[in-house]
């Protein structure tokens, strides 16, 4: 089986390494299923050179150019670039034979929650998609709000669960309540929300914020440096990321995101919370989570959180860290979808 993998996503920067690893994740299993021809956008300069703006608007041009008489089992792209649709158009015509997969990370998309995208460039994305995806692309992945297609196209809800089992489970025996959020910072994360309810909170519990600039986390301890509770470390990676995560023993989910619109989603932070053995906090439905006895759920919206309340919970649950843990890693992953569609 010949596999094209193509991540259409700008990867290059600090604040989504998340993003670049979990794209490693998804080459290598894709590879252990076949021959796999990998294009990520800001790591294949040989073939792809040029500004911010000429990838954006060359990426599909050229690739169509490379690999326009390559023949494909399955070509399985993540998230497509502005202003191009006529040239990834083009490729998906050639590539008529292959199984033609699109993943969106997040749905619905509005010109809120993408960044950096113009309300003129929102549109045009629009026109062509509805154009040209629903007579060339076989199906649509995707994460978010319960929708039968998207852009005309057979639309799926999948999770993104890849790369678990290589997590580290904490061999710590502290079961006093110390909750980690590891995020980005981005707005609907809620990083907001989560200080403010913690802040006001009675709670004899940690907080571990883990993430952002060295400027955010230093404008946050500045905001908080009286609350000696709360924690805040940069952006963290591998074995410093497993150190601070040891301590932890509750994970926080984004807080905010209905900021974005997003009711539903099935999120890979969520998943590497339970991969590691922690109690989760959500606050968004989740089909995976939401009714799991480890789970505690609130509000999606800019209410307080109960911190008072979840720590209660939290310390009247039985759930060890190696239950949690073996719970997340029975459920599917992101490449079970890939292999039953394969074989459908």
């Not at 580290?168 to 403010?196: M, T």
């Not at 997003?262 to 998943?271: D, Q, Y």
Request: charged share 20%; hydrophobic share 40%; glycine share 6%.
């Amino acid at each position: 089986m010949r596999i094209l993998f193509v991540a259409d996503t700008q990867i290059g920067n600090a604040d989504v390494v998340g993003i670049r690893k979990k794209l490693s994740s998804q080459s290598q299993s894709l590879g252990n299923l076949g021959d796999t021809t990998t294009v990520m956008r800001d790591t294949s300069p040989n073939i792809f050179k040029g500004g911010a703006v000429v990838e954006k608007l060359f990426f599909w041009f050229r690739l169509y150019l490379r690999y326009r008489n390559d023949r494909f089992d399955l070509i399985y792209v993540r998230d497509l670039t502005v202003l191009s649709g006529l040239f990834e158009t083009m490729f998906f015509i050639y590539q008529r034979r292959a199984l033609r997969v699109v993943e969106l990370p997040t749905y619905p998309l509005s010109s809120n929650n993408i960044k950096g995208l113009s309300v003129l460039s929102y549109v045009y994305n629009q026109i062509t998609r509805n154009i040209g995806w629903r007579h060339f692309i076989d199906e649509i992945a995707y994460n978010g709000n319960r929708v039968n297609s998207i852009f005309g196209v057979k639309a799926k809800r999948i999770n993104h669960f890849i790369g678990l089992e290589d997590l580290k489970i904490s061999s710590s025996e502290n079961k006093s309540p110390v909750f980690a959020f590891v995020s980005s910072l981005q707005s609907y994360h809620g990083i907001d929300r989560i200080l403010k309810s913690f802040s006001v909170s009675h709670v004899s519990a940690k907080l571990l914020i883990v993430g952002g600039t060295e400027v955010q986390i230093a404008n946050l301890r500045s905001q908080y440096i009286s609350d000696d509770r709360i924690e805040f470390f940069p952006f963290l990676e591998d074995e410093q990321l497993d150190e601070v995560l040891s301590r932890a023993t509750i994970g926080l989910s984004a807080m905010s995101l209905y900021r974005i619109g997003l009711t539903i989603t099935s999120g890979l932070k969520v998943a590497e919370y339970a991969a590691r053995g922690l109690h989760i906090v959500l606050g968004y439905e989740d089909e995976t989570f939401s009714n799991k006895d480890y789970c505690f759920n609130v509000e999606n919206d800019s209410s307080l959180i109960p911190f008072d309340r979840i720590t209660d919970w939290y310390l009247n649950t039985d759930y060890s860290r190696q239950q949690i843990r073996n719970d997340i890693l029975s459920e599917n992953s992101w490449i079970d979808y890939i292999k039953s569609r394969i074989s459908q």
